[in-house]
C-alpha cells in the first residue's frame, strides 16, 4: 500500500508539474546539486523546478526527459523517465487494451525509487474524464487516481 500512494504522489507530481515554480538554480540547495551532478554528469538542458515534494531537476539524456526528485537536505527521493506505452510490461498494456479501449495514453513514465522499486505510471484522458493509473514492475493496476471536471486529481 505505501509504495501504491508512493507512487502516486510521484505521478501527480510529474503531472502537474506545471504548478510547481520554476526558479533559478542558485535557489537549489547545494546539496541536491551536488547530488544531481554526481548522478548525472553528462546532463543536458536541465530545469530546476520546487514544490510541494521538494526539488525536480529536469532534463535530457540519451535523447530521452528525465526528471529527479530530490528532498531538502540533497537525497535522492526518485527518478522518473518518460518512456512510450510500448516499454510498459505485457500485464499493463494488457489490461489498458481489456479495460480502458475508450482512453488515449497520454503520459507514460517509469519510476524508480530510491530503494530500486520500480513501478510505472500513466495518465490516460476520456472524451469527459481522465486517470492515473500506476502499476507495479509486473504489470499489476496497484492504483487509479480519477482526475476531476477542472483538470486536478480527486
Known amino acids: 500500500m505505501k509504495t501504491s500512494i508512493y507512487s502516486v504522489a510521484l ?14 538554480s542558485s535557489h537549489v540547495p547545494e546539496a541536491a546539486k551536488v547530488s544531481f551532478h554526481q548522478q548525472y554528469p553528462k546532463a543536458k538542458h536541465i530545469i530546476w ?22 528532498d531538502a537536505g540533497g537525497n535522492s527521493i526518485a527518478e522518473i523517465i518518460q518512456i512510450s506505452k510500448d516499454k510498459l510490461p505485457r500485464r499493463a498494456k494488457k489490461q489498458l487494451r481489456n479495460n480502458y479501449t475508450s482512453y488515449a495514453i497520454e503520459n507514460t513514465i517509469k519510476i524508480i525509487s530510491n530503494d530500486g522499486k ?13 486517470f492515473d493509473l500506476v502499476f507495479n514492475s509486473s504489470g499489476f493496476i496497484v492504483s487509479v487516481v480519477p482526475e476531476a471536471a477542472d483538470g486536478s486529481e480527486e
Open 11 to 24: 505521478i501527480l507530481f510529474l503531472v502537474n508539474t506545471a504548478d510547481a515554480q520554476l526558479f533559478n
Open 49 to 70: 523546478t520546487k514544490d510541494d515534494q521538494g526539488y525536480q531537476a529536469q532534463f535530457d539524456l540519451h535523447h530521452r526527459t528525465f526528471y529527479v526528485l530530490y
Open 118 to 130: 520500480v513501478t510505472y505510471g500513466t495518465h490516460i484522458g476520456g472524451v469527459e474524464e481522465g
